[in-house]
């Protein structure tokens, strides 16, 4: 049996989110969190939230992932998910934003062999007891700066390579490359997951073949029925609607219990709509509701405007 995850999104796959898709949605094995920053101290700011704590998160399911360019950091941020309970950690060297990637960190990682290696190195010396993932792409600069890495890929103790077959400057341009991912399959002798563009069932279909385990990102986002519709039968589209309806409010009310009534969640619900438009048949017209809005009672009625207007795919 495959193994289908959520990839994580900054802004948008937060705690409130994993939740309300678990209630709503099947087919995921495990959730990738948001990359967290600054774990400067064992007792840091950005551990001791929602986000990260065992009394909202499944440690079984979710794994934590961590951005940074310090080895200390990481060890230190693997030491408090193991005590949390979580049976995984994750690293960022995927992150390809140059604010990011120009600081050595995220994607700008992989442009830096030398440096990252050791702290791998470093890490893996220090770090006992939860397995340690990596997600990353091909290169920042290059689509052969992660040749530099099979070899300590292979050595350290690492349980499994999430890789997105893009390089960091492309952003989410072009194709990601399956010809680069198959490639490397080979090489690698961890369990390799493989991220990308993976939007319908057809395209699955597809990346399965070379991989057994795949993260769905923009796909899932989209389309909340995608990993269901991988592993069982097409659903109805009036029953797809009517759950898709459910989810969106639910996710909603939660995003607004936990904002204490803010209108600020308005952004991060208009983020998730970016995706979620493209699920409905005419999802220009869909965006233009949700666009304009910048008040609850207005994302209410655009809400309910959308699932009375239009129909799911
Ligand atoms: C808005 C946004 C936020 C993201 N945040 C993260 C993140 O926090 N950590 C990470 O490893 N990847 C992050 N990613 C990358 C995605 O997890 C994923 O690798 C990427 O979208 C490619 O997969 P897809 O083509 O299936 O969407 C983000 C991507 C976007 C567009």
Sequence with gaps: METLSLAPFQGITDVVYRNAF???????????????TG?????SKSLRGEEISPEFNDVKTVVPQILSNHADEIIRFANQCKSFGYKEFN???????????????????MADPERTTAMLNEVCMHVDGIDFSIKCRLGYYSDEEIYSFVDTFNTLPISEIILHPRIGKQMYTGEASLEKFQALIPLINKPL?????????EK????????????????LLTNPFLAEEIRMAPKNL???KARLHNFVVDLYVERLRHAGGSPKIIGS??????????????????????????????????VELIFNEHNVL
């Design 22 to 36: 678990q209630k709503h949605f099947g087919g995921i094995d495990k959730f990738y969190t948001p990359f967290f």
């Design 39 to 43: 774990i400067q101290k064992d007792n």
């Design 91 to 109: 690293l960022n060297m995927g992150c390809p934003f140059p604010r990011v990637a120009n600081k050595t960190r995220g994607c700008g990682l």
């Design 193 to 201: 997951v493989y991220n990308g563009d993976v939007f319908d069932v």
């Design 204 to 219: 699955y279909n597809v990346v399965s073949k070379m991989s057994q385990a795949v993260a769905l990102g923009r796909g």
């Design 238 to 240: 009036t029953e797809k």
């Design 269 to 302: 619900m208009k983020e998730l709509w970016k995706y979620m438009m493209n699920i409905f048949d005419d999802p220009l017209n869909v965006w233009r509701k949700v666009k304009k809005v910048n008040h609850l009672d207005e994302y209410e009625q655009a």
